[in-house]
């Protein structure tokens, strides 16, 4: 009885290596699916954090990795929410610096990326002190707080990790800071602020 062919090993060998290849990009697909752990609600403009807010004015912060890849694109949407918001508020990101890196650390591209946009102040974060006075567990989190200090939205603003594009979360934004009212709140998808991507240490 002959064994297998050599045609036959090759076709085995191809629909392994398909099949490696499709089970690879479901994986890859379910991770950008996946949005981080849910953000506890900080109903009102918490009085411990170091930000100034304006009297009259609506306040925006986005709490972030800099070394999270996912959070390229929320800095991108925020870019476009801003160009879009027409001056309504003010608006700040805030760069998680972990405890015993250098000063410094964290003003790699996406810190650059963000102080770039109209609008926006960028501060770093020690120890990720702020994101937990704001809820944040997840980078690319963003709340908007009205000018009375009530919280209008919470939530992300990208569809998935990494992709950039019109989402529910900045087109809520868009809408509340327009014609005011509850934007309610959206996954985040990002790195974990507290269990920060490999390269995190470099």
Do not use: N
């Not at 989190?141 to 603003?157: C, M, P, T």
Request: charged letters at 20%; aromatic letters at 6%; one cysteine or more.
């Amino acid at each position: 009885m002959k064994g297998p062919s050599t045609r036959g090993w090759l076709v085995l060998a191809g629909a392994l290596w398909l099949g490696g290849i499709g089970a690879g990009l479901f994986v890859l697909a379910r991770y950008s699916a996946t949005p981080g752990i849910a953000q506890a609600k900080v109903a009102r403009w918490p009085e411990a954090t170091r930000l100034t807010r304006q009297a009259g004015r609506p306040v925006l912060v986005m709490l972030a990795h800099p070394k999270c890849p996912c959070t390229r694109a929320s800095v991108t949407e925020l870019a476009e929410l801003m160009a879009h918001a027409g001056g309504r508020a003010d608006a700040f990101v805030l760069f998680l610096r972990p405890e015993g890196l250098e000063d410094g650390w964290e003003q790699g591209e996406l810190w650059r990326a963000a102080a770039r946009i109209p609008g926006v102040t960028v501060l770093r974060d020690p120890g990720g002190l702020e994101a937990k006075h704001f809820g944040a567990t997840t980078s690319g989190h963003v709340v908007l707080y009205g000018a009375d200090g009530l919280l209008r939205f919470s939530g992300g603003i990208t569809v998935a990790r990494g992709h950039e594009g019109e989402s529910p979360g900045r087109m809520a934004l868009e809408r509340v800071l327009r014609e005011g009212g509850e934007g309610g709140d959206t996954p985040v998808y990002g790195c974990a602020l507290e269990d920060p991507p490999a390269s995190a240490s470099r």
